[in-house]
C-alpha cells in the first residue's frame, strides 16, 4: 500500500512538534494550601522562597544577597479553606526559574502577601506564612511535589519600651488632608509624631525651633514614633538642644511620597506646607517662621528633605540631607539617565551597573535589584516608588514606567519628564534667578563615599551645580563610610551611633538663635538613633 505524500509530510510535523516539546524542560511545581483552620478564603500574591541549606526559621529575600535566595510568584484569588493552588515556580521567577536549581538541601517557605505589601516592607501584619519546609537531598523535578501549608498569620510584634517621660512628650497628630482627599476622592490622612523638648512643660511661654524629620524606604509611622524617642533621650541627656521634632511619616501604598507633588501620588507637598504645618503651627508653640523651620531626612528621606527645602524655599530655613537618593539624574545610582541609548542594566559595553555594595565588593546590579523587585509585586518596590513619585501618570492610570523591566533600556520621553519635574540639580539650575536669594546658604547635605547605593555619585554632581551657582550650599564626604554607619562618631572616646545628628541639630539651632551658645553635655549615650 502506497502512503500518500501529503500524510508523511503531516506525520514529519507532528513528529518534529512532538520532538520539540519533548526538549522542552519541564516547568517546576509547588503546591500550597490554605490550612483548614481558617474560616474565610485568602487572597494575595504567593510568594514562594528556596535557599541552600537547612534549620532557617524563615526564608526571606536578601536584598544584599539576591541571587542566594529564589523566590517564585502568583497572584491568588479567594483560596478557600483547605484548598490548594499550583505555584509554576518557573513562570514568574528569580533568580532564574527553580527547575534550575542544582540537586542538593534547601529549605522552602511560602508567604502570602495579602496587601501587596512585601516590596517595601517585607511581612506584615495579616500576611499568611507557612512553616519552613526541608528539602533535603531535593532532586528538582523528580519525586513528589513540594506541598507548602499556610497556617500562620503575621501579628503584630511586641510593642517597643517607650519611656514614660517620652510618651508624655510625644504627641500623635493626624490631618485629613483637603488637597489630598480631593485629588483621591477618599479620605487621605496626613500623620506625624510630635516629639516636645524636656522643659516645653516648664517655660509656657517659650516657643521652639522646629525640625520636620521623614525616614527613608521601608519606613513608617511606628519606625518614625521610635526614632522620636531616641531624639528625646538625647535632648534629655543634654547631646542636642532643645527643639521640637515633627516626625513624618511619608510610607504609602506604593512606596515612599517623599512630600513631594506627583501627578501619581497627589500634591503631598503641599498637604504638607499649606495644609500641616500651619495646623501644628497653632497648637504647638514653634517658631512659625523660616528660620525656625528645618528639615532632615536619610536616604529617600534625604531627597524628600532636599526637595521640599528648593521646591519652598520661602518655607523652610535649611535642610540637613544625609545620602538622599540621586538629586543629579546624570548619576541615577550611577547610570546617567540622558545618555544616548541609555540603558539601566548595563553600559554601552556590555559591562552591568552595580547598584549595591559593601565597600569595593558589589553586592547586587541593578538589574538583578530590578528583577527581583518584579517577581515580589508591582506596588511599593524601589524602582517603582520612584515611577509613582517621578513618572507622568499612563492611560492605565499608573504611571509611565522609566525603563523596560526586561531589557532594562530606558524610554528618553519618560525621563525627560523626570529632569522637567524632580531633578534637583536642573531645577535649581534653570530657577535659580527666582529661587536663589532663598535658598542659598540653606542646603546642607552628608554623605559617605562608601556609600552601599553608589550615592555620593549624584551628590558630587549637585554640589558642582551648586558651586557653580554661588549657592553657599555645604556637601560634607565622610570618608569610607557607608550608607549605613554615617551617623557614628567618636565623642570624648566613645564610639557613638547617632553622634552625626547630634551636630545637626546643634548647627540648625545655631540658625535659629543666632548669638544663642549651646554646647552639648560631655558624656555620650551608650547608644542612638538608628
Keep these: 500500500m502506497r502512503i500518500p505524500r501529503w500524510f508523511l509530510i503531516v506525520l514529519a510535523v507532528v513528529l518534529c512538534a512532538a520532538s520539540g516539546v519533548a526538549q522542552q524542560p519541564q516547568h517546576l511545581f509547588f503546591r500550597v494550601t490554605l490550612g483548614p483552620q481558617f474560616t474565610?478564603?485568602?487572597?494575595?500574591?504567593?510568594?514562594?522562597?528556596?535557599?541552600?541549606?537547612?534549620?532557617?526559621?524563615?526564608?526571606?529575600?536578601?536584598?544584599?544577597?539576591?541571587?542566594?535566595?529564589?523566590?517564585?510568584?502568583?497572584?491568588?484569588?479567594?483560596?478557600?479553606?483547605g484548598a490548594s493552588v499550583d505555584i509554576d515556580t518557573d513562570d514568574v521567577a528569580f533568580p532564574e526559574g527553580f527547575s534550575s536549581l542544582k540537586p542538593g538541601d534547601y529549605q522552602a517557605q511560602a508567604v502570602l502577601d495579602i496587601g501587596h505589601t512585601y516590596a517595601y516592607a517585607g511581612r506584615a501584619v495579616g500576611d499568611l506564612v507557612s512553616e519552613v519546609l526541608p528539602l533535603a537531598a531535593y532532586h528538582p523535578g523528580t519525586g513528589p511535589e513540594p506541598v507548602l501549608v499556610l497556617n500562620t498569620i503575621v501579628t503584630?510584634?511586641?510593642?517597643?519600651?517607650?519611656?514614660?517621660?517620652?510618651?508624655?512628650?510625644?504627641?500623635?497628630?493626624d490631618l485629613t488632608s483637603p488637597a489630598l482627599t480631593a485629588f483621591f476622592a477618599r479620605p487621605v490622612h496626613v500623620r506625624a509624631w510630635v516629639v516636645l523638648p524636656p522643659d516645653y512643660d516648664e517655660h509656657a511661654e517659650a516657643h521652639y525651633p522646629t525640625v520636620y524629620w521623614t525616614h527613608g524606604f521601608g519606613g513608617n509611622l511606628d519606625y518614625a514614633e521610635q526614632y522620636g524617642s531616641s531624639i528625646y533621650l538625647r535632648m534629655v541627656k543634654g547631646?542636642?538642644?532643645?527643639?521640637?521634632?515633627?516626625?513624618?511619616?511619608?510610607?504609602?501604598?506604593?512606596?515612599?511620597?517623599?512630600?513631594?507633588?506627583?501627578?501619581?501620588?497627589?500634591?503631598?507637598?503641599?498637604?504638607?506646607?499649606?495644609?500641616?504645618?500651619?495646623s501644628l503651627e497653632k497648637k504647638y508653640r514653634m517658631d512659625a517662621r523660616p528660620s525656625g523651620r528645618f528639615l532632615q531626612g536619610h536616604s529617600s528621606g534625604?531627597?524628600?528633605?532636599?526637595?521640599?527645602?528648593?521646591?519652598y524655599p520661602e518655607v523652610f530655613g535649611g535642610t540637613w540631607s544625609t545620602s538622599p537618593d540621586p538629586s543629579d539624574f546624570h548619576d541615577f545610582t550611577g547610570i546617567d539617565l540622558y545618555a544616548p541609548h541609555a540603558n539601566m542594566y548595563h553600559?554601552?559595553?556590555?559591562?552591568?551597573?552595580?547598584?549595591?555594595?559593601?565597600h569595593d565588593k558589589v553586592l547586587s546590579t541593578t538589574e538583578q535589584f530590578a528583577r527581583d523587585e518584579t517577581v515580589l509585586g508591582a506596588y511599593?518596590?524601589?524602582?517603582?516608588?520612584?515611577?509613582?513619585?517621578?513618572?507622568?501618570?499612563?492611560?492605565?492610570?499608573?504611571?509611565?514606567?522609566?525603563?523596560?523591566r526586561a531589557t532594562g533600556e530606558i524610554d528618553p520621553a519618560v525621563v525627560a519628564y523626570w529632569r522637567d519635574h524632580y531633578d534637583l540639580a536642573n531645577i535649581v539650575t534653570t530657577t535659580w534667578a527666582e529661587r536663589g536669594p532663598l535658598l542659598r546658604g540653606k542646603i546642607h547635605v552628608t554623605v559617605?563615599?562608601?556609600?552601599?547605593?553608589?550615592?555620593?555619585?549624584?551628590?558630587h554632581k549637585m554640589d558642582a551645580v551648586l558651586k557653580g551657582l554661588h549657592a553657599g550650599a555645604h556637601f560634607t564626604y565622610i570618608p569610607d563610610r557607608t550608607h549605613f554607619d554615617l551617623y557614628v562618631m567618636q565623642v570624648n572616646g566613645k564610639e557613638d551611633r547617632g553622634g552625626l545628628l547630634d551636630l545637626i541639630a546643634t548647627e540648625m539651632y545655631a540658625v535659629a538663635r543666632p548669638g544663642n551658645a549651646w554646647a552639648p553635655a560631655a558624656q555620650p549615650p551608650a547608644g542612638g538613633p538608628q
Excluded at 556590555?350 to 549595591?356: A, K, M, S
Design 239 to 278: 547631646l542636642m538642644p532643645p527643639m521640637i521634632w515633627v516626625m513624618l511619616d511619608e510610607s504609602s501604598a506604593t512606596g515612599t511620597h517623599e512630600f513631594a507633588d506627583s501627578a501619581n501620588n497627589g500634591p503631598w507637598g503641599k498637604a504638607l506646607t499649606i495644609e500641616f504645618i500651619p
Design 40 to 81: 474565610a478564603p485568602a487572597s494575595g500574591r504567593m510568594l514562594i522562597f528556596v535557599t541552600a541549606g537547612s534549620g532557617a526559621e524563615k526564608v526571606d529575600e536578601n536584598p544584599f544577597s539576591p541571587t542566594s535566595v529564589y523566590v517564585a510568584a502568583k497572584e491568588v484569588p479567594n483560596l478557600a479553606p
Design 448 to 459: 559617605g563615599t562608601a556609600d552601599t547605593f553608589y550615592l555620593d555619585g549624584a551628590a
Design 347 to 358: 553600559r554601552a559595553d556590555g559591562t552591568p551597573y552595580p547598584l549595591v555594595r559593601d
Design 156 to 173: 503584630e510584634g511586641p510593642a517597643p519600651q517607650l519611656a514614660p517621660e517620652f510618651v508624655a512628650h510625644a504627641h500623635l497628630e
Design 380 to 404: 511599593g518596590g524601589q524602582f517603582t516608588s520612584f515611577e509613582w513619585v517621578f513618572s507622568p501618570r499612563g492611560s492605565d492610570g499608573r504611571p509611565l514606567p522609566m525603563f523596560n
Design 302 to 311: 534625604g531627597w524628600a528633605t532636599l526637595q521640599l527645602q528648593i521646591n
